[in-house]
């Protein structure tokens, strides 16, 4: 049987799975590993350190017996770049995306190229210094000019990862670098969605002769394949489960952790600055189409909300996971709280729905599992089918489908994702 290796690549844990063609997991490790600081003092994934992991674990799993790997890919955080030299080494450290980015380039950048609403619209992204990727680059290249000066390449984390994946980091080898669609989709301010273009601020400040070329992977080959590593955005990773097993009829997707984000590729409305203003964005699948997304902080305000009211009652700090008692204050309060938490919810999945023709709703993540959250999804979507979605570690799951056809001889199963219907 043929297998094939993910790695997940997330900003505490760093994970490595086998697959065999029925997509069940045959082996799996995580690790968490130790963060340096830039030079800056800011802190940072330690670069050195990743590249060991990776390399190690390829190594160990690839000489592993048991396995028969055919093929490789990864899924990894966004809004990251490694930057390399002519002799593909990382000349910058793996800059932290929540480092502050300076208040003067920012008023000077959208001088130059704003104003802030129609630069976010076309590249369909809030403005949101480092998280937008692109910007590091501008960063550097106005604040460490010297840095600047030595990069050869930057590579998104997830094509960096790939890179190490086929290549073992051999610098002597001619390098296979691209630039892939679900990284530049992601909130970059990079990709003009209106042009299908870098936007011209890119071209314009001498940034995008960095980036290596777009290549599409919309594969059709049936030979197993080695070369199909492509890295993915771990967000746009997630969807593809839900893609591959759900075709009859449009849905939403509401991905649900410290951020809920919803999710809809059926969704083809231009971002309007009204829906910009509430947190809606686009990403791009790794075919190159946009997905009309939504993000609300839902996750954060109610882990906030929780470490309060335990506090207050005297309560365990996962009081919530248990059947509450009816006209206790502890329910009541959580209850009100849960309410009020959906109402937002509810409104940001709508962001995302729009106009398009969405009966059905999958809820994965931590939320998936909370009763009450999904009884008040239920009904508030009383028109639609709601349900509590789980699949086995969905970012990398999704990676091994995209190159499905690489490596797989079988059908893609039907019950790669487990549904639980919520009320109706």
């Not at 996750?299 to 996971?321: I, T």
């Not at 599992?369 to 009383?382: D, G, H, Q, V």
């Not at 089918?385 to 893609?412: D, M, P, Y």
């Amino acid at each position: 049987m043929s297998h094939i290796l993910i790695l997940d690549i997330g900003k505490t844990n760093k994970k490595a799975f086998v697959f065999d063609e029925d997509y069940l997991i045959v082996f799996e490790k995580s690790d968490t590993l130790p963060e340096a600081v830039d030079d800056d003092g800011f802190p940072c994934e330690d670069i050195n350190l990743l590249k060991n992991w990776v390399l190690e674990t390829v190594t160990d799993l690839q000489s592993d017996n048991r396995f028969q790997i055919k093929a490789a890919n990864c899924s990894a955080y966004g809004a990251s770049f490694v930057h390399l030299d002519d002799n593909f080494q990382p000349v910058a450290p793996l800059y932290n995306y929540l480092k502050p980015f300076p208040e003067d380039l920012k008023n000077w950048f959208l001088k130059e190229y704003g104003p802030v609403e129609k630069l976010s619209l076309n590249t369909a992204s809030p403005f949101l210094g480092h998280l937008n990727s692109g910007l590091q680059l501008l960063w550097l290249k106005h604040c460490k000019p010297l840095i600047f000066s030595k990069i050869k390449y930057s590579l998104h984390l997830p094509q960096w990862i790939g890179w190490l994946l086929k290549s073992g980091g051999d610098s002597k080898s001619p390098p296979d670098f691209f630039t892939e669609m679900t990284s530049i989709g992601c909130h970059t301010m990079l990709w003009d969605f209106g042009k299908c273009d870098y936007h011209h601020w890119v071209k314009s400040e001498g940034i995008g002769n960095l980036f290596p070329p777009l290549k599409s992977f919309c594969h059709s080959s049936r030979e197993p394949s080695p070369q199909s590593t492509i890295g993915l955005h771990d967000s746009s990773a997630a969807l593809i489960p839900y893609l591959a097993s759900f075709k009859e009829a449009p849905f939403l997707l509401i991905s649900t952790g410290t951020w809920c984000i919803s999710m809809n590729p059926f969704n083809d409305e231009p971002l309007t600055a009204e829906e910009l203003a509430q947190d809606c964005l686009c990403y791009l699948t790794y075919e190159g189409r946009p997905v009309k997304a939504a993000r609300y902080f839902g996750g954060h305000e109610h882990e906030e909300f929780v470490r309060k009211l335990a506090k207050e009652h005297h309560a365990s700090p996962d009081f919530y996971k248990q059947p509450l008692v009816a006209g206790t204050a502890l329910a009541g309060r959580y209850e009100a709280f849960m309410r009020k938490l959906v109402k937002k919810q509810v409104a940001s999945a709508k962001l995302a729905i729009g106009g398009s023709l969405v009966r059905q709703i999958f809820v994965d993540g931590g939320f998936s599992k909370n009763k009450t959250y999904m009884r008040l999804l239920a009904e508030a979507f009383s028109g639609m089918e709601v349900f509590a979605a789980t699949v086995a570690q969905a970012s990398a799951l999704g990676a091994a489908l995209a190159i499905h056809e690489n490596w797989n001889r079988k059908e893609i199963c039907k019950d790669l994702i487990q549904l639980e219907k919520i009320g109706g």
